[in-house]
Every structure is written in C-alpha cells, then in structure tokens.
Nanobody
Framework: HVQLQASGGGLVQAGGSLRLSCTSS????????MGWFRQAPGKEREFVVA??????????YYGDSVKGRFTYSRDNAGNTVYLQMNSLKPEDTAIYYC?????????????????WGQGTQVTVSS
C-alpha cells in the first residue's frame, strides 16, 4: 500500500516559484509511475506532469499549459518526487495532487492512478 503526502503549496505572486513535494511513507516510489494533477474551483481535474517507470527507462510528460515552466524530478532514494514550478501565473491557482500507480500505461489520465495524496493548495496572485 502506498500513502502519499503532498506539501509545498502556498501563496505566491505571479512570476514567482514554488516547489511541491510528494513523499511516500514506507514504500519506495522508484518503480511507480508518478503524476501531478491540479483542480481549480469549478473545473475538472487537469493533468500537469507524469513520470513513468519501466525496465527500459523513465519518461516524463508535461501538460501543454505548464511546458517550459514546470519541472518534474525524483530524489535518488525514490521516496520523494518534486514539481518545481516557475513563472507562475494566476491561472495556475489550484489544489495540486500527486498520484502513483504501479503501471505506466495511462499516466496522462487521473483514471490511471491508484494512489492519491491529499492535495496542497497553490495560490498565485496577480
């Protein structure tokens, strides 16, 4: 069983940066596909970034709205993944969720993840 804890959210001005973390308590995340999604009030959950895992290597996918501004990474121990968010815009305001799954075949969809963290609020002021 994977338990995820997301942290690092907060209030930042437009153009600023935040780094979100997603940590697993107990099980290593090194062989899990990891994803970040976000949900703004009144909107559907939106794909932000996904990092896959397979025996042939890892791949990273970014949503169009965050390409070039957000960066996904993992720590070497495999227990924490990060989302570095730069050049933040007011439209990035949302609750950000991290998610994990042992498979990497539907990483662009929230339906492709079994485990979810509780979410962390990101607010970008104009």
């Amino acid at each position: 069983h994977v338990q995820l804890q997301a942290s690092g959210g907060g209030l930042v001005q437009a153009g600023g940066s935040l780094r979100l973390s997603c940590t697993s308590s107990g099980r290593s995340l090194s062989r899990y596909a990891m994803g970040w999604f976000r949900q703004a009030p009144g909107k559907e959950r939106e794909f932000v970034v996904a990092g896959t895992w397979s025996w042939s290597g890892r791949r990273t996918y970014y949503g169009d709205s965050v390409k070039g501004r957000f960066t996904y990474s993992r720590d070497n121990a495999g227990n924490t993944v990060y989302l570095q968010m730069n050049s933040l815009k007011p439209e990035d305001t949302a609750i950000y969720y991290c998610a994990a799954d042992s498979r990497s075949d539907r990483v662009l969809s929230s339906a492709g993840y079994e485990y979810w963290g509780q979410g962390t609020q990101v607010t970008v002021s104009s």
